[in-house]
């Protein structure tokens, strides 16, 4: 008897697969392949980190280096996993950056924190007694929780106090590139588009995955900060190169130096745009709004999320998070929680909403 035969659709588009040598890299919906961007919250937010051929865009806060917690764990978890990085910076030295790279957690320090993650589940304690201590509470999205057990491989707690080994990227697959000198952008494309050559989707498996990291592009410290369209067309040939392979391009801009049209230009060409924002020390009125305000060290939005190989759009639940240091050590996103007004409570990520009644006597406003 002939052997039964798959029909497929012949506008079917051949997915790679990942080989089980690299890890970092997972399946996702409509053949696409997430790379992890070493924050577990960012990558559960996304629904499952950085798509792979994608551009990835940060818009700095001139008053504060908070895109740099997002770039270290980017290069970090990179190297984790034996990824080729390439690194551009305004800098000088932009080797010297590296020493900078938060190192994985110790298994004792992961198990630690995960006990005191156990107050993130927000229920009444007389209904604690129907759980089972056992079961996984994250079960549903076991896919996207990359931080525990088996896809502890994926995406690493990192420890922003501890450095990380120099043998993670004293080796021959890390590059790092000084932008100040240099006159165009003609250096720089040629050397990422060589680099991006390494990873041509050509093939049927992905035997491995780039990532390149470009940090504070067209600062006043670049000789072509005033050429607008020199970047514009570089950012555009960037994305395109991405497309076609196996990496991930994140870049990170000041929008207020730059002209409102150049910013949102660049805004428009990326596949994921993200910003982030520095809180005021003493800032009462917000103060007033936010529980958990004082432990905020800065703010996180998510402008537009990746979406390769399809034309339904993401829609968040929220696209505003809270940036909080846990222990000062790991990096944490939560929801915005409204202090109660009126007699209204605000709800955090992955909570639902519920109608609880106030002290004061009043009708519920829906």
């Known amino acids: 008897m002939a052997a039964t035969r798959t029909r497929g659709s012949s506008f079917s588009r051949n997915v790679s697969t990942v080989t089980s040598q690299n890890s970092g890299l997972k399946h996702g919906p409509n053949g696409t392949t997430f790379l992890s961007s070493g924050i577990p919250d960012l990558d559960k937010i996304l629904g499952g980190g950085y798509t792979l051929g994608s551009l990835v865009m940060i ?61 993130d589940l927000r229920i ?78 050509n093939e049927a498996n992905i035997s491995s995955a780039g990532r390149i990291a470009i940090q ?21 040939s960037l994305k395109a190169m991405a497309r076609s392979s196996n990496a991930v391009v994140l ?23 993200l910003s982030v924002r520095a809180i005021p020390d003493e800032d009462k009125e917000m103060a007033k709004l936010l529980t958990g305000y004082q432990d905020m060290v800065g703010l996180l939005n998510v402008h537009k999320v990746a979406r390769l190989n399809t034309q339904v759009p993401v829609i968040l639940e929220t696209t505003t998070f809270s940036i909080k240091l846990h222990k000062r050590r790991y990096l944490v996103l939560e929801c915005l929680n409204q202090a109660p007004v009126d007699g209204s409570s605000g709800s955090s990520y992955n909570t639902s909403g519920s109608c609880s009644g106030s002290t004061k006597a009043g009708s519920l406003d829906f």
Not at 82 to 104: N, V, W
Not at 223 to 229: P, Q
Not at 252 to 272: E, I, V
């Open 59 to 119: 818009m700095e806060d001139a008053e504060a280096p908070h895109h740099m917690l997002l770039l270290r764990n980017f290069m970090s978890q990179g190297l984790i996993h034996k990824h080729p990085l390439l690194y551009a910076s305004a800098s000088r030295d932009p080797k010297g950056f590296l020493g900078t790279l938060p190192a994985p957690a110790s298994a004792k320090e992961d198990k630690t924190r995960d006990l005191t993650n156990e107050k």
């Open 216 to 236: 504070s592009f067209c600062s006043p410290q670049c000789k072509f900060a005033n050429m607008e369209w020199h970047m514009l067309s570089f950012i555009r």
């Open 251 to 273: 870049v990170s801009f000041p929008p207020s130096l730059l002209s409102p049209s150049c910013s949102k230009r660049l805004q428009h060409m990326a596949d994921t745009l």
């Open 124 to 201: 009444a304690w007389q209904y604690k007694k129907y759980f089972d201590p056992q079961l996984n509470i994250s079960s549903n999205n076991e896919s996207y929780l990359c931080c525990t057990g088996a896809q502890q491989d994926y995406c690493n707690d990192l420890d922003l106090r501890k450095p990380l080994d120099r043998h993670f990227y004293s080796g021959m697959n890390v590059g790092c590139v000084s932008i100040q000198d240099s006159p165009d952008l003609a250096s720089l494309q040629d050397q990422c588009a060589k680099f991006l050559s390494q990873f041509s989707r």
